[in-house]
């Protein structure tokens, strides 16, 4: 499994969440961090909303194999590690 953080440089937030998820230690999973400020598809997408989580996903249909990132809730910036662990849960 792989979770893609979607962040900007000096975004006091997106630190704070990227610091909590790699603490998290009841899931095995690849924490893939996003510059919004290096693409302008991400840029114009997530500028006013980052942090922004996405569980990377793979499916496969009968022709082709689709990918499809499904968005996460944003956790509130006071959720504490077990907090985060208890949302990621139910994706696991």
């Excluded at 980052?50 to 996460?72: G, H, Y």
Aim: hydrophobic residues 35%; aromatic residues 10%; proline residues 5%.
């Amino acid at each position: 499994m792989r979770i893609i953080l979607y962040s900007k440089p000096g975004c006091h937030l997106c630190e704070g969440l990227q610091e909590k998820l790699e603490q998290i230690q009841k899931f095995k999973f690849e924490l893939e961090i996003r510059d919004i400020t290096t693409r302008e598809d991400w840029f114009q997408a997530y500028q006013y909303e980052v942090p922004v989580l996405f569980l990377a996903n793979s499916r496969s249909t009968e022709s082709t194999e689709e990918k499809k990132d499904l968005p996460l809730s944003r956790p509130s910036p006071r959720a504490t590690v077990q907090q985060l662990e208890n949302m990621l849960q139910k994706y696991f």
